[in-house]
């Protein structure tokens, strides 16, 4: 069995380290993340990610996958935490906390690590302010089997506790880059790819547009949608129609529709 | 010009009634709720929907339609209420709250409420626990020209600031029902309609469904699905491809990407 540490009080520093995970600016210095529960951590692990600590409540049940995964963080050389459920629910700011979470090294989010070979579909997202729709992409990304989702300009962390619970374990399967605008254009028009702008204005109806793969589905922001610039930019502009009062989809459901059409129709 | 009442205090009574309106509990009680924003407001009015209290920031910038909908709260009897803008920002929970508010009577919800023969579209949802998806159900209901939504076993209150929110004004333009499973599959047999589950087992690929008008969507809860038994009531189980790890969607996703399927076909 694994080596363990156990944790008694509340102002313990190692507690304090992993309370301040969930502030976007102790993240960013210490570049690194939190995800909790066993399924999740289970996805990483399946995808070859492991976390540096694994944290435990002590009162958990028994489980045949804990076992597998507290040995092989142990293996990998990482630290492993025992602390009562009190302790840990101050840790993820729940009040019932899963019974396993983990701190991970941020990922490498730089577009050269982004192969578009390996898949037809890959979400773009400009200027995506909630964590919710960010972690809500990655999981529509898993599902219509992108390779991974883009972040273009100031978005939300793709590393808060949120959007990592959203992504629904996808954080660890979709590849992840950030960039700005020029700098994504750029990257892109260095090999194959279809820009496709989710438009409010453009009449081109989404079910009626040539798709081609590597197809990148761009969808801007939530109250302002893209900028007109980046909509010129693209290689297509299509519009989903709207039949009611309002002029616009959320934007995680904006891009799901897209994906599942583009899939649809890459696949024919 | 509509009289109003000025309030200075955070301890004043009618900010306390305000504030208890975010409670779940208050607002049942009162059947009250609250929805933010000169938008929403608009949308309100525009959908014949009237607030009973209207509530403006002392420090607001005058705005055409703010003065329309003071005279119209005015004229229907309704009251209107001004205060600073902190003590708003205590009442709608936000650090930024927006310069209006309104305090809305709650819609009746019983089934016999609904027409299907308005619309070709309903979505359902059941037991989504979900408030941010449960408004986002609305805006997508309504973006597909939907009647409304259908609220099944226990949901989240769509009277939640959060549903109300996240809803974009739908909450004022789409029907809403409540209703336990046996009861709406007796009103949905007393009439036309076809019940389409979104399934995570049967086999019928989602574009090749034959959808029928009125066509009822159904989605189950964000963690379950839906119950086997609910599925088997079904006229029509229908499954989205899953491509990547996860097995599931977003239930709100879920439900737009079927929603827009059905609007599609429907109108070939």
């Given at each position: 069995?694994?080596?363990?540490?156990?944790?008694?009080?509340?102002?313990?520093p190692?507690?304090?380290?992993?309370?301040?995970?969930?502030?976007?600016?102790?993240?960013?210095?210490?570049r690194?993340?939190?995800?909790?529960?066993?399924?999740?951590?289970?996805?990483?692990?399946?995808?070859?990610?492991?976390?540096?600590?694994?944290?435990?409540?002590?009162?958990?049940?028994?489980?045949?996958?804990?076992?597998?995964?507290?040995?092989?963080?142990?293996?990998?050389?990482?630290?492993?935490?025992?602390?009562?459920?009190?302790?840990?629910?101050?840790?993820?700011?729940?009040?019932?906390?899963?019974?396993?979470?983990?701190?991970?090294?941020?990922?490498?989010?730089?577009?050269?690590?982004?192969?578009?070979?390996?898949?037809?579909?890959?979400?773009?997202?400009?200027?995506?302010?909630?964590?919710?729709?960010?972690?809500?992409?990655l999981?529509?990304?898993?599902?219509?089997?992108?390779?991974?989702?883009?972040?273009?300009?100031?978005?939300?962390?793709?590393?808060s506790?949120?959007?990592?619970?959203?992504?629904?374990?996808?954080?660890?399967?979709?590849?992840?880059a950030?960039?700005?605008?020029?700098?994504?254009?750029?990257?892109?028009?260095?090999?194959?790819?279809?820009?496709?702008?989710?438009?409010?204005?453009?009449p081109?109806?989404?079910?009626?547009?040539?798709?081609?793969?590597?197809?990148?589905?761009?969808?801007?922001?939530?109250?302002?949608?893209?900028?007109?610039?980046?909509?010129?930019?693209?290689?297509?502009?299509?519009?989903?129609?709207?039949?009611?009062?309002?002029?616009?989809?959320?934007?995680?459901?904006?891009?799901?529709?897209?994906?599942?059409?583009?899939?649809?129709?890459?696949?024919?």
């Amino acid at each position: 069995m694994a080596p363990r540490r156990t944790i008694n009080g509340f102002s313990n520093p190692t507690v304090k380290f992993l309370r301040s995970l969930r502030d976007k600016k102790h993240r960013r210095r210490e570049r690194k993340f939190l995800a909790e529960g066993l399924r999740l951590l289970t996805d990483a692990r399946e995808s070859d990610v492991l976390p540096e600590i694994l944290v435990m409540s002590s009162g958990r049940a028994p489980h045949p996958l804990l076992a597998e995964l507290e040995d092989a963080v142990a293996a990998a050389g990482g630290e492993i935490l025992e602390m009562d459920e009190d302790i840990l629910a101050k840790v993820t700011g729940k009040e019932n906390p899963q019974a396993v979470a983990g701190v991970f090294a941020e990922f490498d989010t730089r577009l050269a690590r982004i192969d578009r070979s390996t898949s037809p579909i890959w979400l773009v997202a400009q200027a995506l302010r909630d964590p919710g729709n960010l972690g809500t992409m990655l999981r529509t990304g898993d599902a219509v089997g992108a390779g991974g989702l883009i972040l273009i300009d100031d978005c939300a962390d793709p590393f808060s506790v949120e959007a990592v619970r959203a992504s629904m374990g996808a954080i660890f399967t979709q590849r992840l880059a950030s960039a700005r605008w020029e700098e994504f254009i750029e990257w892109l028009r260095e090999g194959p790819g279809q820009l496709v702008a989710a438009s409010l204005r453009d009449p081109t109806d989404y079910r009626m547009a040539p798709y081609q793969a590597p197809c990148f589905l761009l969808v801007g922001n939530e109250s302002q949608g893209l900028p007109d610039t980046y909509e010129a930019q693209c290689d297509l502009r299509v519009t989903i129609p709207m039949r009611g009062r309002a002029d616009s989809l959320n934007a995680a459901v904006a891009g799901a529709v897209l994906a599942y059409e583009a899939l649809a129709r890459l696949s024919d």
